[in-house]
């Protein structure tokens, strides 16, 4: 995951009414409690940028708790469109671009792409979202329309 620098960062979620909820991350300790809907919302005040992965926690006062791992700060890019923003770039019209790139052999340490498959026509179970690390620069099997989803600024 990236969360975007330099800018107040939501984090939000739900759980059971009027639980209490504690995000930390990078130093700091945000807590909330959920409304009568069971939804909370904390803001992390903005980040510098790291090229290191840390862990985002966040833990109700039942100590239940979900831990993020390999969160860094960078940049953030969005794109969206159509069905051709999941062409893959050696399959398109950006093949030649794909195959230079290729030639640096793997992708940037701190390259993340996201990737969603069919999400409006496919039910919630079916879904798939994530953030993909493996290394797919080298076979060109990244977004065609997005080369790099974040770049860590120095």
């Given at each position: 995951?990236?969360?975007?620098?330099?800018?107040?960062?939501?984090?939000?979620?739900?759980?059971?009414?009027?639980?209490?909820?504690?995000?930390?991350?990078?130093?700091?300790?945000?807590?909330?409690?959920?409304?009568?809907?069971?939804?909370?919302?904390?803001?992390?005040?903005?980040?510098?940028?790291?090229?290191?992965?840390?862990?985002?926690?966040?833990?109700?006062?039942?100590?239940?708790?979900?831990?993020?791992?390999?969160?860094?700060?960078?940049?953030?890019?969005?794109?969206?469109?159509?069905?051709?923003?999941?062409?893959?770039?050696?399959?398109?019209?950006?093949?030649g671009i794909a195959r230079e790139l290729a030639k640096f052999g793997k992708r940037?340490?701190?390259?993340?792409?996201?990737?969603?498959?069919?999400?409006?026509?496919?039910?919630?179970?079916?879904?798939?979202?994530?953030?993909?690390?493996?290394?797919?620069?080298?076979?060109?099997?990244?977004?065609?329309?997005?080369?790099?989803?974040?770049?860590?600024?120095?």
């Open positions: 995951m990236i969360l975007q620098r330099q800018t107040v960062v939501p984090v939000w979620g739900f759980d059971t009414p009027d639980a209490q909820v504690a995000v930390t991350f990078a130093g700091q300790k945000k807590t909330a409690v959920a409304d009568k809907y069971g939804d909370w919302m904390v803001e992390l005040k903005p980040l510098a940028v790291s090229h290191n992965e840390r862990s985002l926690t966040v833990t109700n006062d039942r100590n239940e708790s979900i831990v993020l791992q390999g969160v860094l700060v960078g940049e953030v890019w969005f794109s969206s469109g159509q069905s051709n923003m999941v062409w893959i770039a050696n399959k398109s019209m950006c093949s940037h340490p701190d390259q993340r792409d996201q990737h969603q498959h069919g999400v409006g026509s496919l039910p919630a179970e079916k879904r798939h979202f994530g953030w993909r690390m493996e290394d797919t620069q080298k076979r060109g099997q990244f977004l065609g329309t997005v080369t790099v989803v974040c770049v860590l600024a120095p």
